[in-house]
């Protein structure tokens, strides 16, 4: 089994910054790849950015340029650098683990509001 525990969200500006920090515990030595998910009101959810184990990415097209998906030293933490923050980036931000078992599991989710 493996938790997922996100942070990191709240309200911004439009052009504004967050980052969200997503931390694995549990069997993370089973996890091959992480990545963030996002789901809009009446939307539905959403892949933003992905990573693997050997640091392979992929982005969604309305997020190139401005996100950057990022794992930490100790593996088990993943990060997503959010810069120039658009109103329709307003979700509700998920952290997915993928494990070779192959089971898949999710984060709590935390909000993420941009408004003036």
């Known amino acids: 089994q493996v938790q997922l525990v996100e942070s990191g969200g709240g309200l911004v500006q439009p052009g504004g910054s967050l980052r969200l920090s997503c931390v694995a515990s549990?069997?993370?030595?089973?996890?091959?790849?992480m990545g963030w998910y996002r789901q809009a009101p009446g939307k539905e959810r959403e892949l933003v950015a992905a990573?693997?184990?050997?640091?392979?990415?992929n982005y969604a097209d309305s997020v190139k340029g401005r996100f950057t998906i990022s794992r930490g030293n100790a593996k088990n933490t993943v990060y997503l650098q959010m810069n120039s923050l658009k109103p329709e980036d307003t979700a509700v931000y998920y952290c997915?683990?993928?494990?070779?078992?192959?089971?898949?599991?999710w984060g709590q989710g935390t909000q993420v509001t941009v408004s003036s």
């Open positions: 549990g069997s993370i030595f089973s996890i091959h790849r």
């Open positions: 997915r683990a993928v494990a070779r078992t192959p089971d898949i599991y």
């Open positions: 990573i693997t184990s050997i640091g392979i990415t």
